[in-house]
Nanobody, 125 residues
Framework: QVQLITSGGGVVPAVGSLRLSCLIS?????????GTWLRRALGKERENVAS????????SYSDSVQSRFTIARDLANTTLYIQKNSLNPEDTAIYSC?????????????????WGQGTQVTVSL
């Protein structure tokens, strides 16, 4: 059974920092291909904040968080992280993690997307 467990949300003052974690629990026969952090602010569209290729460690960021946020993964603990620095009130949102993963079946992978529960991050002035 696949589970994504998010932690680390809360209230942080502007220009502060916060780290979110997403523990990805998967059966041994599953392979993780990528991890993504997304957020949805009140009244706004959902935004892909950052993504990482699980094997190559290649990362990508939205323009709104580039140079302030850092996405990372821990291979041994199958955990996805996002370190958020220089936070501002516009970063206030519900943050969720998503992982693309799946089993190897008859020589082919069957990946699918799985979601963790959202966690509220509020940046106060």
């Amino acid at each position: 059974q696949v589970q994504l467990i998010t932690s680390g949300g809360g209230v942080v003052p502007a220009v502060g920092s916060l780290r979110l974690s997403c523990l990805i629990s998967v059966p041994r026969t599953y392979t993780i291909f990528s991890g993504t952090w997304l957020r949805r602010a009140l009244g706004k569209e959902r935004e892909n904040v950052a993504s990482i290729d699980w094997r190559s460690d290649t990362t990508s960021y939205s323009d709104s968080v580039q140079s302030r946020f850092t996405i990372a993964r821990d291979l041994a603990n199958t955990t996805l992280y996002i370190q958020k620095n220089s936070l501002n009130p516009e970063d206030t949102a519900i943050y969720s993690c998503n992982a693309r993963l799946g089993p190897l079946v008859h020589g082919s992978y069957l990946p699918d997307h799985y979601w963790g529960q959202g966690t509220q991050v509020t940046v106060s002035l």
